[in-house]
């Protein structure tokens, strides 16, 4: 006979799904949502949660995430957890000194990220050039681990960027396994030559970084990755959208009935490369931050709104401070010839940071916030319907978020190492208030409850389409 009796009730907040948002409870009984419906006919509990005021979301799901460096998986998970986060897909690497295959790496990361991770997680994994990596990507793929990004640039990182060859190669494995294929969209070798102009001109001040890797270099790299998912029926999945003209290509493919699919990221949004004379080396990311006033940033608004961009993710790339600073004499080469590393920290801002400039901001409803940070990412990287969503039998992953409370976004606040963020100052409307991970309350008032190793690896499995189509 069943209980009449359940854990938890989230009772008195408007529950938001991908299309609509209204009053209702949520009961949960152990790490599973068991009912949803009006307060008055969910079972008693145990405990009750009073969202009165509040809206609640689906746990939200960072799904471009770099913690292997400065920020390792546990600190990284931390931050996020105090951001209103529940779940991270990480990018992980294998070992490339020990030659190591991409199984082997897959259960050396599962066990290592379950030991450090409060927040559950599942995993991408990034292919170099190295055809080694190939032999292992089948096994890889039936391992819950489905989704695998490549880099179409990057030359001076000898083994990062691949050629087209390899692109199609790992194409056809990863679509044979239904699996998606994320590429980084530039043109490395036009970037590499602008960057070699630059240097030989010793223009290498930051403000030099942006004109090395213009707009046309992204929309051409993704036209070519639309072409080799449809030559090898693969899902295709571009990355850190930037640019007019690579939506228009993306927004083609998608009329033409290909499974081709984008996300973007709340620097290409909110940003300018305006920034480079005040933060320098700081903001250097790839692609680059755009032009002041120029076409990306409204058309990337307008292609959330209209569907055509399935996902906003952080791109979350912190590195030491010293490695960065260096780009301030040199943006593209440290003394010892590395690379100036790219990319900045951002899984601490993007929940506060979509609520307040996309729902408050651009007038779009907070059903869309459901799309981008939650189903959406659900279903193109396989955790869906465990995650992602409010529904019976789904994980009791929830966000509350207050739409009252306001606030500035300060790094004295943070809990990454990086010290810094490029939003420092910028005043947020609604904050996460409370998030609960498998039924369990993860944050509460800014405070997180639970401790690393709370986290599970969550296996990938069938992907599906996103949630598409206007918003609002």
């Known amino acids: 006979m069943a209980s009449n009796r359940v854990d938890t009730v989230v009772f ?21 949502i068991v009912a949803i419906g009006p307060s008055e006919m969910l079972p008693t509990a145990e405990n009750y949660i009073d969202a009165t005021g509040k809206y609640v979301l689906p746990g939200a799901i960072d799904a471009h995430v770099h913690l292997a460096g400065h920020d390792d998986y546990e600190v990284g998970a931390w931050a996020a957890a105090h951001a209103g986060l529940t779940t991270l897909v990480p990018f992980a690497v294998t070992d490339q000194e020990r030659h190591e295959s991409l199984p082997h790496s897959i259960e050396r990361h599962k066990e290592m990220v379950s030991k450090q991770s409060v927040l559950d997680f599942g995993l991408h994994f990034m292919l170099g050039n190295q055809e080694y990596l190939l032999d292992g990507l089948p096994e890889a793929l039936d391992m819950g681990v489905s989704s695998y990004k490549m ?3 990057y030359k001076k990182q000898v083994t990062r960027m691949v050629s087209d060859e390899f692109i199609c190669r790992a194409m056809e494995i990863i679509s044979a396994k239904s699996g998606v294929c994320q590429l980084h969209c530039e043109n490395g070798d036009v970037a590499n030559y602008l960057e070699d102009w630059c240097i030989s001109q010793e223009a290498v001040h930051p403000r030099n970084f942006p004109g090395t890797c213009p707009p046309w270099i992204e929309a051409e790299a993704i036209n070519r990755a639309i072409n080799f998912g449809a030559l090898t029926r693969c899902l295709t999945y571009v990355v850190h959208l930037s640019t007019q003209g690579g939506l228009e290509r993306i927004k083609q493919a998608q009329a033409e009935g290909l499974p081709v699919w984008t996300e973007t990221c709340p620097q290409y949004l909110l940003l300018d490369n305006s920034l480079m004379e005040e933060w320098g080396p700081l903001a250097k990311m790839g692609p680059p931050l755009r032009d002041k006033g120029g076409p990306d940033q409204p058309a990337l608004w307008g292609g959330l709104q209209s569907g055509f961009i399935s996902i906003v993710a952080s791109d979350h790339a912190p590195h030491p401070h010293d490695q960065k600073e ?7 080469v440290q003394p010892d010839g590395r690379v100036v590393p790219y990319g900045s920290p951002g899984v601490e801002t993007i929940v506060p940071l979509m609520y307040s400039q996309g729902v408050v901001g651009h007038g779009l409803p907070i059903w869309w916030m459901a799309r981008i940070l939650a189903e959406n990412p659900a279903r193109i990287f396989g955790l869906y319907p465990r995650k992602g969503v409010i529904r019976v039998g789904a994980d009791a992953d929830l966000l509350i978020i207050d739409p009252n409370q306001q606030g500035a976004i300060s790094s004295k606040n943070h809990h990454g190492n990086s010290g810094y963020t490029l939003f420092e100052g910028w005043d947020v409307k609604g904050w996460p208030w409370m998030t609960l991970q498998r039924g369990r309350v993860l944050l509460r008032d800014g405070k997180v409850d639970l401790t690393p190793g709370a986290g599970q690896f969550i296996p990938a499995g069938a992907t599906r389409p996103p949630i598409g189509g206007r918003v609002g």
């Open 12 to 32: 008195g907040g408007q529950v938001v799904t991908s299309s609509e948002a209204y009053e209702a409870g949520v009961a949960i009984q152990g790490e599973k």
């Open 151 to 153: 880099f179409m640039t």
């Open 326 to 332: 260096h780009g301030w004499n040199n943006v593209f």
